[in-house]
């Protein structure tokens, strides 16, 4: 059974900074993929970021590329969110999700959820 808990979130002005951290445990090898999901009010859940523990690969919409990183470190077992430039948009309650299967950015194809963490960008 995998198990995540995040970390971070909090409320910061347009243009400024947040790290958001997941620390996973549970999943038995490194096929395994982790992303971060948001969720706005009377908004579908939304996919922001992506990494395959496998091989390092990531992926990110348009909507952040460029803004966000997703990074993993083994030791710590802990999946971050780096998200810079941000936006009053981007506010959100923000989730780490992770997948046995599909590494994708699609909500549906993630089994594992963490609590959410809100993340909130003032004008």
């Known amino acids: 059974q995998v198990q995540l808990v995040e970390s971070g979130g909090g409320s910061v002005q347009a243009g400024g900074s947040l790290r958001l951290s997941c620390v996973a445990s549970?999943?038995?090898?490194?096929?395994?993929?982790l992303g971060w999901f948001r969720q706005a009010p009377g908004k579908e859940r939304e996919g922001v970021a992506r990494?395959?523990?496998?091989?390092?690969?990531?992926y990110y919409p348009p909507s952040v590329k460029g803004r966000f990183t997703i990074s993993h470190d083994n030791a710590k077992n802990t999946v971050y969110l780096q998200m810079n430039a941000l936006k009053p948009e981007d506010t959100a309650v923000y989730y780490c999700?992770?997948?046995?299967?599909?590494?994708?950015?699609?909500?549906?194809?993630?089994?594992?959820w963490g609590q959410g963490t809100q993340v909130t960008v003032s004008s």
């Open positions: 990494i395959y523990l496998g091989d390092g690969t990531t």
């Open positions: 549970g999943y038995g090898d490194s096929s395994i993929c």
């Open positions: 999700a992770a997948s046995n299967w599909y590494c994708t950015i699609r909500a549906t194809d993630y089994k594992y």
